[in-house]
């Protein structure tokens, strides 16, 4: 069962999730799951390639913006635009969900969202923003 953190109405994030989490994750709303963990990062994830398949046969939107260290701004324009996109809410994940958490702040920074809002979701999801946006 993946951990998922809910930041606003139609966007959450998780920490590492696997393949039988989809059908779970479609079932509680989300439409769109965004992967920001590069393949190989670790011998025991999955790669990406494995979640192509089982995201639409979980009728969800699958994209992969791999993510190493700090997002940079075109990753977080990436996943704000795929934010503008979605059909519905989405879940974003990484190991931790630290850098999908950032790849969002920075993306919504960039559009007019007030550092300390975005600083106070973080924490509403157990996520510190301070140092990335403070």
Do not use: K
Request: proline share 7%; glycine share 10%; aromatic share 6%.
């Amino acid at each position: 069962m993946a951990d998922i953190r809910p930041v606003t109405e139609s966007f959450a994030v998780a920490p590492q999730i696997a393949v039988e989490d989809l059908d779970d994750i479609a079932d509680r709303g989300f439409r769109l799951v965004i992967n920001n963990r590069p393949d190989g990062e670790s011998p025991d994830q999955p790669p990406s390639t494995g979640f192509v398949l089982a995201a639409r046969q979980a009728g969800l939107d699958y994209l992969h913006i791999p993510v190493r260290g700090m997002p940079s701004a075109d990753q977080a324009e990436a996943v704000y635009a795929a934010l503008q996109g979605a059909q519905g809410p989405t879940l974003a994940f990484c190991r931790s969900g630290t850098r999908s958490l950032a790849a969002w702040a920075m993306g919504e920074a960039a559009h007019g969202r007030s550092p300390e809002e975005l600083v106070r979701l973080g924490r509403s999801a157990g996520y510190d923003l301070l140092g990335l946006l403070g």
